[in-house]
């Protein structure tokens, strides 16, 4: 069920101590609290005098760590990845850490996000003999640091990332130092932390940090690059140039609700929405329910701005892994009712708000309008905590193609009588960006209104769109 | 940080049908709803044409089965079972179904329940020159039914479940039947579906039939016992005797929010007592929230009863499976914010409600208080949707010995201070019959006040209570 | 390949001791060694101070255990077992050592061989109520341990081995002592080893001995129980009526030619078998070569015998598993070549004579003379170092029905004909006899001549032989 | 006890055909039957349509390999590659082929040997800003194809071919075409073979041409390179400037007997070798035995010309596989007869001689001694059918360092008590060269006497030999 989702691709995670030398246990505790940014393959790198030790495989941190492997990666700078994958390259050779040696010696380097000029670079770096042996736009990266590294490391990273168009937060070990890196929009989060010991950590989200032992210090800032080291933090701004576009899916689906992402809460801000959603469009029901697990917080605010009272209408499986047994014809339908059940006696006879926190090809909806009808709700009304999805994604986020997405080729209308709601409402852009806090000059909201925060490649553009 | 609760033994289901031998698929898919009751192993018995096959692994429903075995599990009638085991005996030859040949050809059973005789039976069983290959009740019951078997097979049966004594609910393949027992006080839960086809369902709880896509019949009767062929359900009272005594735990904790259990939902009965807990221990506070997952139900009716907000407080990690990397001693206070953080946003500088449902040894709900008030909560107060537990259960629960029941040895007041919160309420047992809408004399509350509905074992006593 | 042979169906080993506690690491090395005679699963119990644990798994001994599960089996007494299936039963609940409680406590027991009133017996103990978990017989025997327990261990051993029929090596742990029977005939095999220690050993053959460390002290005899315990091993001859029938095949196929059986030599054995081979069935031609590795020995015999040079003209992949990729249409015929691979240098121009152990159904011998011809060999002559197979056992060893036993259908030179050789000889009964240095008193030729040591069951017998 | 020997590092395998594009099970199988060539790690990468799509991983063929995944490796070129890693570097990222995408699209190298100046080579591509993913020379030689491109995909490998210096054999697939390189000493051996469809293959062995099907054309000459497509092959000399020296150890160990390498076949030089061996030590004894598997052919040499009767002595587990069970203080000199048992039988009062094909640390050989002398041989005389091991190999070949070559610091009398042997001979230099029918102008005996048909580097040089 949730297939119908948007996908983040990426977590990354680093830890410097000047203490401890067993910091892979640490950044694969930290791993397994930002699993839900990829499931797809793990991966940590340890930094020990010089060294640098890795290893990564497809699976889930915990399926792919164990203690022998986290023992034999010792070392005072540690740092972990976790990957979805978009499309059938769900290799190895694609998990990250990359590491790799070059002139300079070893370095690691683990991305969030997705290049929109990783093809042109990669075809520039070809024709000048480099080659690649994964399909990842971290290997592009990487390349690159290696050409500009006569420059130095930390020129050559500033050159690279000068470079490079698109989304990227980066964490990487080089020449003893942990660095990261955010790209000019900001789009992908990263944010420090700091140890008791004195020890520093980055993290795409601060529930990490929760799980590390971390105080939340701040957020890299959009076009920042900062080198951390027994010296403590060094801040270079890269680049100033470039409008701040957070991107706004981090709140309304990605993140963590207990993360703090560029100083506003995950779990604020989508109650938040849900109140808003309540005062744009109100309803006269008897229970509200969310579908699980995004959906909740702003059920809970939609409950609290409209007085109907918040209650559980459906349960979610939490034994449903990824790999599972096919069900055949007579059974396919169940597999829905397994995900996702409906509590009948919260619903019969009940008029029904329905609280999701998207709808990208509506066919989840559909089946949970259905379910609840099914069940004896008399009414079903749907409220989505986010605007309608009309555009793909181009910085690091798994969108389906614009045909796909129902909000880009029906009308709201079309939309309620597609999922079979009694009424259907989005939250507006502007009521959104309210309860993050934040304005259209800080946020990316392309997703909704097609306004990229910088040139879309034409080809890809092209290629999604027909 | 589940390990500090009470752990159900087992989950049963059984499907009978007149047009389908796909029912294997079936009965994994309503399996893997009642995974919540056992994590340990799983297993599937088919009949066909009066042969029984069947597969039985360590592990998940998920991991043990895939495509290819449950295509080898042909039948017209398929029974499962999942277990959690209290012992050291983790061992696959425990796996149920058990499935054995005997005089009357070859027969599947599952068992959810525990018997207090069993080791008397055992002893004589063995002095009549039987062996056993396992360490579970279910063997002994197979070699009753084997040795009552010159009375045919219907008649083995009942004198069987007439000579064990304990808690059971039975689901048994035998000659083309699916059968079904319930011990004479109806202390584990066991219901009938049926499918749109015509064919018959049992199963632990309710959830499991919307699965599999049954409608919900009635429950099997205390001291019932139901013979399903193709000319349905045949009902037979084997022993009508005994005093109601349904276990009041399968609705404060085991049973799936959308199982309906002896005619009431659990979801009901839990958001009951959590407005019950608010009208016995009222409190002035700023914000209810729940310890995930079971305590949201009675946390949302609390927040109902007494008006103060529900929120998210606690964020449980979904990616959390039984194998764990261990923990060193520089990280072993993390492993708890891995399992269990605290959303601070919602909590910092508020007055908390915290609602569980169930104090067993007390060391979990110590780190959830402190973890509140490290967040910032300036008052905690600590709300149990079930009684204070002092006294252990003998009917299929694993749970402590007395000395480590921290309310068998501490008042209230203690038990307050040992975890740290501002004020402690336990729901009263007259209370959380209420919610349940039953009295003392439908439901056993033994592990409250020690009144079990029949003899316990003086041995098992002496070794549990010294 | 291989599969044109009989298949022997397991291998027992025991080993008690006074001074260690680790014996089943050595249990482990000496069941590799024996790991020829089963490959299907493995098993290990270990007896210590009363309680009996227990680990099998399917598998070879390598994959099965490993340093933590072999640490896991501590004790004084540890007997392991290794299995081959003939049927479709290869399921871990028919793997061994089959441990179980009774009356007497916990005994395991492990068996090589086959019973020829198991079915019976079974019927028997199913009428007074016994149930059946495992299709081995070596439940019936431990039902009847059982069964006749009143008497004492001893005794109810003894009564036991009296009342089945049929080929069973016993070693059996119980009450603290290890135990160890063959039947009246002698059919499989048993030997007793000493260890330096003190410790006493039983093994299916002796190279298993070398392994552990024994010396090889004798045979179990035919008819023979001993007990092993801190006292050494007591001796009760529970039945001499019978006539002496050890296995035949034991030397020309199923053991290690580094065992010696019932006082002689494997190895030599094949290499006079060899010799008398050249005498019987003398050729002109230009080198012996082997069909390895089983007729090695008798190819060196034959060419000491005749003079003419032994070499080497089929190569055996040492990497061939048991699970195999699958070859398609194309490749099946390579699949051959995959296995064993002419030396065309050592065949090309040459009159060949190739020396194999047995003949059972002919198609591998004609693969091989094909292979041969193929070459460039001038003419092959097929030899074979045992008489020609006509009648199947009915006593452990798994062979194919009367009906594709092509020496039971078929004349020699038809059989030539078959596989395409220049000329065909079998080695004679008696010839066989005298390599082994036996006569028909001592020796089972059943398969060669039909003359069973005792009753075959009628109805197997009529299945078989239609 | 294998660990006593040389390793050989790699096995290369590619197919071309014109009509199938199932060529990947054909590799699959002609991998298993160059297993003896490195057992770490297998690989497999198809060539379809312009694609290429790979899978490799730790493991052998058959463990590596299902049909699933060779059903998903479809082509009309398909290359293997198994790997025997000499150091730590046991990782699959070194695991081949190496499939890298550069500018001339995808390409997919397979090689056996090693370089003497990757790490120059290494250093001058880093300084022009190459990564390195690997520790492996393949690496370096994907790079300088991909910086050599501008010169079209043909002109480019040639160039790189006579930028790199060693021994290799290399088989690459790039722009649908099949491509065989050896280096200008041919160390390594490369042949091509061609099936009955006109495909054609090349391949390490000839023993694979066997599998796959097809017969052996030629060799390829030491400074050639082929290419093959669908108008046959092409040939091209890029260097015929250098000596040709093979390596002689293919015919002494690494090759499988029935292989034939550069013209001769493996098992008559090495039976050629036991002959020699006969006659330039001739001993007066009464058995000739070998160290299976690799002394047998000379060992039967040996046999022939002495007259002296060759028989078998020990016995070797064909189920030790590579993961094994730790013996403890107990059970640790037990390992040894688990490998290797002595057949007591057969060398109980006798004179032996035993001949083993090289001794590198005499470890081994020790053991084999004393094994011998403890089972009752009255005398033991060594014979080795290869020269004394006196200097390391840089050519792809794992050998100790010089001070462990116990060849290299000891006289023959002193290595000859050190073993516990009677006597101990060694074939001479010239006679070995002789069984092969080649010179010291055709074969690399540097091993033997220092005399690198290449500069070895001296960095290496110093440290391999102080």
């Known amino acids: ?36 940014r990829g499931q797809e393959s793990a991966g940590i790198a340890a930094y020990d005098e010089g060294k640098v030790r890795h290893y990564k495989e497809m699976g889930l941190v915990q399926d792919v760590f164990n203690n022998d492997i986290l023992e034999s990666l010792k070392g005072t700078i540690s740092v972990g990845h976790v990957r979805y994958s978009t499309t059938g390259e769900s290799h190895v050779s694609n998990a990250q850490p990359l590491v790799i040696n070059y002139r300079g010696g070893s370095i690691a380097l683990t991305h969030n996000g997705n290049l929109v000029n990783a093809d042109k670079i990669r075809d520039e770096l070809e024709l000048s003999g480099s ?23 930390k020129e050559s990273i500033l050159k690279t990332v000068q470079q490079i168009k698109g989304a990227f937060a980066l964490v990487i070990v080089c020449e003893g130092k942990l660095i990261g890196v955010r790209d000019p929009n900001g789009l992908r989060p990263l944010c420090i932390g700091k140890l008791p010991d004195g020890g520093l950590v980055l993290s795409s989200e601060s529930c990490a940090l929760d799980v590390v032992g971390a105080e939340l210090v701040r957020d890299v800032k959009n076009g920042e690059m900062v080198i951390i080291d027994e010296n403590g933090i060094e801040s270079i701004t890269y680049d100033d140039s470039k409008r701040v576009a957070h991107c706004i899916f981090e709140y309304v689906y990605f993140a963590r609700p207990d993360s703090i992402i560029d100083g506003v809460s995950v779990s604020s ?13 109100p309803v006269d029901a008897d229970i509200v329910i969310a579908v699980p697990d995004s959906g909740i917080d702003a059920a809970i605010g939609f409950g609290q701005e409209s007085g109907i009272p918040y209650g559980i209408g459906l349960i979610k499986n939490k034994y449903i892994g990824r790999t599972f047994i096919q069900p055949d014809q007579e059974s396919r339908e169940l597999a829905v009712r397994l995900k996702l059940n409906v509590l009948k006696e919260n619903i019969k006879g009940k008029r029904v708000v329905v609280v999701d926190d998207s709808i990208v090809r509506g066919t989840t909806s559909r089946k949970i309008v259905d379910a609840l009808k099914n069940a004896g709700a008399t009414e079903v009304h749907m409220r989505v905590s986010s605007a309608s999805v009309k555009y793909p994604c181009f910085f690091g986020i798994d969108t389906p193609n614009r045909k796909q997405l129902v909000g880009s080729s029906k009308s709201d209308e079309e939309v309620r009588e597609l999922i079979g709601a009694d009424s259907l409402g989005y939250i507006s852009v502007k009521g959104l960006l309210e309860s993050v806090g934040k304005t259209n000059c800080d946020m990316c909201t392309a997703c909704f209104d097609g306004d990229y925060p910088m040139d879309v490649p034409e080809e890809v553009d092209k290629n999604m769109f027909e």
Chains 1, 2, 3, 4 share one sequence.
Not at 136 to 147: H, P, Q, R, S
Not at 270 to 275: L, N, P, T
Request: hydrophobic share 40%; net charge positive; with cysteine.
């Open 1 to 36: 069920m949730n297939c119908d989702k948007f996908k983040d691709e990426c977590g990354v995670l680093g830890i410097f101590s000047k203490t401890s030398r067993n910091l892979s246990r640490r950044v694969a505790f930290g791993l397994i609290s930002l699993q839900h």
């Open 269 to 281: 801000s989508r109650r938040c929405a849900g109140k808003t959603l309540a005062k744009e469009h």
């Open 131 to 153: 080659i690649f042996q994964t399909s990842i736009d971290t290997e592009v990266i990487a390349n690159l640091i290696a050409k500009n590294y006569s420059l130095g490391f």
